[in-house]
């Protein structure tokens, strides 16, 4: 397995939008490997394929105390969300030490393939409600900070700008 390098925000790649994954062969269950290595060692809860420069919708999540119960969403498609909203503090592995708060849908059902290439149903509340949606975002270019106001939006930017600047 390979541990891959995660893009930082405001990297114009992180806004490609993610091509459905064509068939679920042992180059995409590779991918999903070497991406849960790199999120577990990052180390996060969620990461999609366009965070590690592959255009292909591929998420893997982990939200457990244990680390050891990854779920992996291949095209996977929010099919309902609830009219009830919630707001969580969101970070993410493509935005390092920013954390802010998000309004979401509570609740949602998405629909994907595994990495057996079968397609299953899952509902999802509370924290994985929160993390499936994240990453759809990141597949459809979109990343979390965007749903902030411009103005804090610019702050980040600058921000993280200059750390990358300072690192060079």
Not at 127 to 154: M, T, W
Request: hydrophobic share 40%; proline share 5%; glycine share 2%.
């Amino acid at each position: 397995m390979a541990k891959l390098d995660i893009l930082t925000y405001p990297d114009p790649r992180l806004h490609t939008v993610a091509k459905p994954v064509a068939a679920v062969d042992d180059r995409i269950r590779q991918l999903v490997k070497d991406m849960a290595e790199t999120m577990y060692e990052a180390p996060g809860i969620g990461l999609a394929a366009t965070q590690v420069n592959v255009h292909e919708q591929v998420v893997v999540i982990d939200i457990s105390e244990t680390r050891d119960q990854l779920q992996v969403f291949i095209n996977p498609e929010i099919v309902w969300a609830s009219d009830k909203r919630k707001v969580w503090e969101e970070g993410c592995l493509s935005v390092p030490e920013i954390y802010d708060r998000v309004e979401r849908p509570d609740r949602v059902r998405v629909r994907a393939l595994n990495e057996k290439g079968e397609t299953f149903e899952l509902d999802a509340d509370d924290l994985l409600a929160v993390c499936i949606q994240h990453e759809i975002d990141h597949l459809r270019g979109k990343v979390f900070v965007e749903y902030l106001s411009p103005l804090k939006l610019n702050r980040i930017k600058s921000k993280l700008q200059k750390r990358e600047r300072t690192r060079m």
